[in-house]
């Protein structure tokens, strides 16, 4: 009798957990992206530069015109940001990204609220498509890609070394 009344009790409480079939469904897909980072070797007008010492510590990288700062760790040799996670309310599959801006930073002494810091270090980036440094990289910017939603992606992008006296230039911004 006591099994019976403990199997009733338990099938009044899954019943109970029912949904209405009435509710709105919203779909959101994920869209989760990181960068694995590819310095382009010295060549060509650029053998004789040097980059500027020190390791980067973020990235900063403008995707669909939102900034965003990541930490950037190597694995095996090889640079890599942390994700980028961002919820996406699409019945698509995909979803074209704009990245317009791709800065590897080298964080200074003094702890900053915001970034980049006032002594930060600007050490590598990947050049606009207006500017003469373009040709050094398959993809400047500003780039398109088709980012698959649901899933993991890593776009690689090719950086070259920032000069001090010529940093501007990669930008055309």
């Not at 095996?76 to 979803?95: A, C, H, M, Q, W």
């Not at 964080?107 to 810091?117: C, K, N, S, V």
Request: hydrophobic content about 40%; glycine content about 6%; proline content about 6%.
């Amino acid at each position: 009798m006591k099994r019976l009344l403990g199997f009733i009790m338990l099938c009044i409480i899954l019943l109970s957990c029912g949904k209405d079939s009435n509710d709105e469904v919203l779909l959101v897909n994920e869209m989760e992206l990181s960068f694995s980072i590819m310095p382009v070797t010295a060549g060509g007008d650029m053998k004789d530069w040097e980059c500027q010492p020190g390791e980067a510590d973020y990235l900063q990288v403008v995707l669909n015109d939102q900034e965003y700062f990541l930490d950037v760790f190597r694995l095996n040799g090889f640079l890599y940001s942390e994700p980028i996670r961002d919820k996406l309310e699409t019945g698509s599959d995909s979803v074209l990204c704009r990245i317009s801006r791709f800065i590897l930073w080298s964080a200074g002494i003094e702890p900053d609220a915001t970034l980049p810091g006032a002594d930060d270090t600007a050490l590598m980036g990947t050049p606009d498509q207006e500017s003469f440094y373009s040709q050094y990289v398959i993809n400047p910017l500003t780039y398109m890609v088709m980012i698959p939603v649901m899933e993991h992606f890593s776009i690689p992008m090719e950086v070259i070394c920032f000069q001090p006296d010529t940093s501007a230039l990669y930008l055309s911004k």
